[in-house]
């Protein structure tokens, strides 16, 4: 009997202490939407057309899908988005055209790429498609499985048709300095348990993984000020460019790898 009671009282206390725990995280949460806000607003700017137009051959087409990153909330031109620096890099390394999709839209999830996918405009074949998301199902506390696996359903579908696919793995969310502590901490272990989990199934399902924790994370975590844009939440035009270069080798490899014929057409409907 005793030991039951002494059971009771642990177990009570274990629940009151996550009922604390879960108290204090959710008045971070708060602290940190204050503090991001939304100065940026909600809508990337467009830019999608043919860069470099006049490089020899037909345009190559470069689609893009996910998130904020991916549709470049932050940056303040064009050509500063990760999609134009992509598109940019890709046409001054392979000295062809390139024609630039942008899918993605600001505050998706993972679970928002099937319906990007189905947005495709109807005829296109593209011949390459860069994936970044997951920043947005780590603060909504999706489940990681969940998460990894409508990622890797979008890259099989891809693969299906043909298109080289590049994944670019969560952002260590630990580098977003509004975020108040212990939830920064927090929020970063969750992030790189998602980022393991797309590389994973991403790989999987025949996809090329980019880890932008690897390659862009330290400077994003040195550089905060140079890296962020003024929410201190999206990339600036800087943290676009370090992200696109960690992207462009493996984009271009992936273009080879297709053996993309030069002077063929890519049909759009």
Not at 74 to 103: C, F, N, Q, Y
């Amino acid at each position: 009997m005793q030991g039951t009671r002494t059971l009771i009282r642990v177990s009570g206390g274990a629940v009151i202490l996550t009922l604390l725990a879960r108290s204090m995280l959710a008045r971070q949460a708060a602290v940190a939407r204050r503090r991001i806000g939304k100065p940026l607003g909600e809508d990337a700017l467009d830019a999608d057309r043919v860069w470099g137009a006049r490089r020899r051959g037909a345009p190559l087409h470069l689609v893009l899908l996910g998130d904020s990153i991916a549709a470049g909330l932050g940056a303040s031109r064009p050509k500063e988005t990760l999609g134009g620096r992509l598109a940019k890099g890709i046409s001054r390394a392979l000295d062809r055209p390139v024609h630039l999709h942008t899918l993605a839209q600001v505050g998706s999830e993972s679970s928002a790429l099937a319906d990007q996918l189905a947005r495709l405009p109807r005829g296109l074949r593209p011949d390459a498609a860069v994936i970044v998301v997951g920043g947005n199902d780590v603060t909504h506390r999706r489940p990681v499985a969940r998460s990894a696996a409508h990622l890797a359903e979008a890259v099989r579908a891809l693969r299906e048709r043909g298109i080289p696919v590049i994944v670019g793995t969560c952002l260590d969310l630990a580098a977003l300095r509004p975020v108040p502590q212990p939830l920064r901490t927090l929020a970063g272990r969750l992030s790189r348990r998602l980022a393991s989990a797309q590389a994973r199934e991403a790989a999987r399902a025949g996809g090329v993984v980019v880890s932008l924790r690897a390659t862009v994370g330290p400077v994003f975590l040195s550089r905060p000020e140079e890296m962020f844009a003024m929410d201190r939440f999206h990339p600036s035009a800087a943290g676009y460019r370090r992200t696109a270069e960690a992207f462009i080798p493996a984009v271009i490899e992936a273009l080879h790898d297709g053996r993309v014929d030069e002077d063929r057409p890519v049909p759009v409907g």
